[in-house]
Every structure is written in C-alpha cells, then in structure tokens.
C-alpha cells in the first residue's frame, strides 16, 4: 500500500476487492499493478484513537512497560496530533513517501480528549511522546493546542524544529513539555543548504539556547553521509554538536531510500551501492560512496561523533549523576550502555573487515 492506508485496510478486511482499492499495488497475472492514488484523508478526528487499540491490544497480549526508547520516560504512550510536513528536506522519508507535505490537524479538543482517555487507562505511562513529523510547526496552532493540553497536568514530548521561536517553546514548557526531538542533521552550513533543511546553524543555536533557558531538554539528531559531505564537514557537524551540548544525541548515516529527493541525487551521480543497508541484526551501514570518503570511513566517523560527544567529562558526570540519584535511570543507563557497547563492537569490526578487504597498491620495485 502506498501513501495513507487507514481506509483501504478496513475495506479489504471487509472483502472489498484490490482493484477498487486506492494507492494499492498489486501482483496479477505476473505483472504489477498500480492502482491510482487516492485523496489525503482530511478530517484527522473521524479516525480512531490509537489509545484504543492499544488499550484492546496491550491489555491481552503485551506490557507496556517493555517498550524503551533511551530518551524518553519509560513506560510511555505515543499518539499523532498531525500528519504531513511542510518541510522539504530532501532526505525524509515520511512526508515524500507516505504522509505528503501538506500538514493536516486534529482539532485541540480530539487530542486532549485522547490524552485525558491515555490518562485513565494507562496510570503508570510516565510520559506521553507526539510522533507528529513536526508538531510545532505553526506557532498559533501549537499555543492553542498547548491551552487544551495544560489543565491535563501531564508530561509529554514531541518533534520540533529549530525555526520553532522563544514564545511557542515557552507555551509548551508551560504546557508539561520535556523534551523535543529536534533534527539538527549537520553543522555545515552548505549541507543544510544542500537538503533543504530550511533551517541555519546561528538558528539552531539561537534555538538551543533558548531551550536552555526555558529548562527544556533536547535529544539532537544527526546524520553522516548527505549530499555534499566530506571530511571536514563531519568534523564541523561533531564539533557543532558539542557546541550544543544537548541532553542527548543520535547520529545516523544517511540512507537513500527510493521516492525521495535524496535518492533520485545518489542515483544521478552512480553514488549507491548494490551493499544492504543494514546488517543481518539491524544494525546501520551505508550504501553510498561519496568521492575520497568510502563506506567504512563513515561508519569510522560516527563511532567518532559517540565518543567525542559522550566521553567529555562533563557528559559523564552529567550522565554519573542521574544514574546514582535515581533507580530507573540507573536501570535504562545500565541497558542503554550494554546496546552501545555492542552497536560499537559491530561497528569497529565493520571497519576493520572495510580495511582488510581493500585492495593493496602494487609498489614500484626498486
């Protein structure tokens, strides 16, 4: 299924056949079919509550107290408040193969109705995380919606973008705001112009800082191997995150993953590899070689990023003193550094097995 599928899944379970099925491709007498697209839904609050589900779902079959994500307080419920991104950055996945660009709201009243209902039925959730592509993209709408949320006296995270000014981040602290997500991408001024991120490096300073002073926390997101990258534009992009010194960061290669922008560009300048993106266990590896930096430089470099961001004593103490004052940190730490150490050991041997594999260049003889 392509696109939004909320409908089409419902009327194939009720018997209706695929060729009357929008944005459905299928297999028929050994050829590909693809049925024409069908409309973006528009009134995001005749949809279900996904709250719901979980409540039918989590209660019968599964704990949610299983599910951690390290940045969030566990156990947590996520929930959408939009779909679609007005964003263009070339690399995104959702709003360029799923969602689209046009952004489409619940109302205030749907979504603090679902998170009074989460409320209820899930006392033990910590916190609750909007998944929105970006929840805080209109200031009015996110102030407003911020007034529905605040009498619900709960704690919550979301998505943001560092355009995103001091009066709507100030809105959202009051409102129970945590943490955002922010995709900072790169320190490089020419590689955010390169993805059309739409965004500055004085802007996500500007930004952070004023996070900072609102006690906001922030977990960066970063990424290795965009358009353009070299060398030194890593090294401005590690250097960059330091600067920030956000609560937390994740740093990613960069994918091309087929019908975004992104992709069309690797595919041009004969940058993809036929290599696999992941591993047999998931883990992350690039398959674009860019001219003078190769596939096992770049997973160098992120091991690089973690350890330059998180070995600097200030992070460790930072890290040392949320662990000895409170049990469930120390618990998520104790995890969280055990995934690391493998992710690393992965990552070290990718290198090596990269080097060891390279051709040796014949030397002249004397």
């Known amino acids: 299924m392509r696109r939004e599928f909320d409908y089409q899944i419902a009327d ?3 018997g209706k056949p695929l060729e009357e099925l929008p944005g459905v491709s299928f297999r028929k007498n050994g050829h590909v079919v693809n049925n024409p697209e069908g409309p973006a839904i528009e009134n995001l609050d005749e ?3 996904v709250t719901k589900v979980y409540k039918r779902d989590l209660d019968r079959d599964l704990d949610i107290t299983r599910y951690n994500v390290p940045f969030l307080l566990n156990p947590f419920v996520s929930l959408y408040t939009s779909r679609g991104c007005p964003a263009l950055c070339t690399f995104c996945l959702w709003p360029q193969t799923h969602s689209g660009h046009r952004w489409r709201l619940r109302s205030g009243d749907d979504v603090a109705n ?7 039925q899930f006392p033990h959730m910590k916190e609750v995380f909007f998944d929105d592509d970006t929840f805080n993209y209109r200031k009015d709408r996110t102030i407003e919606l911020c007034k529905k949320l605040k009498p619900l006296n709960f704690t919550w995270s979301c998505t943001s973008r560092v355009t995103t000014d001091y009066d709507t981040l100030k809105a959202m602290k009051e409102a129970g705001c945590r943490l955002l997500i922010v995709g900072y991408e790169s320190g490089d001024p020419q590689i955010l112009k390169n993805i059309k991120k739409g965004a500055t490096v004085d802007m996500a300073e500007r930004f952070t800082a004023n996070c900072k002073k609102l006690g906001l926390l922030v977990h960066g997101d970063f990424i290795i191997g965009l358009p353009g990258e070299t060398r030194e534009s890593i090294r401005k992009t590690i250097d960059f995150a330091k600067k920030l010194d956000t609560e937390t960061i994740q740093v990613s290669i960069a994918h ?3 019908g975004t922008e992104f992709y069309d560009y690797v595919k041009k300048n004969n940058l993809i590899t036929i290599d696999s993106m992941t591993d047999d266990t998931g883990h992350q590896l690039p398959n674009i070689i860019y001219p003078g930096l190769d596939r096992g430089e770049l997973v160098d470099w992120v091991e690089k990023f973690y350890g330059e961001y998180f070995f600097r004593p200030r992070v460790v103490w930072r890290i040392v003193r949320k662990a000895v004052f409170n049990g469930d940190e120390r618990r998520r730490l104790t995890k969280e550094a055990k995934e690391y150490m493998a992710l690393r050991s992965k990552r070290k041997k990718f290198v090596a097995d990269h080097k060891a594999a390279k051709p040796v ?4 003889g004397d």
Do not use: N
């Not at 679902?114 to 209820?120: D, L």
């Not at 260049?361 to 002249?364: I, L, P, Q, R």
């Open 12 to 14: 194939y379970a009720k």
């Open 47 to 49: 949809l279900p509550w």
């Open 114 to 120: 679902e998170v009074r209902y989460a409320i209820e």
């Open 256 to 258: 091309p993953y087929p």
């Open 361 to 364: 260049a014949a030397h002249s």
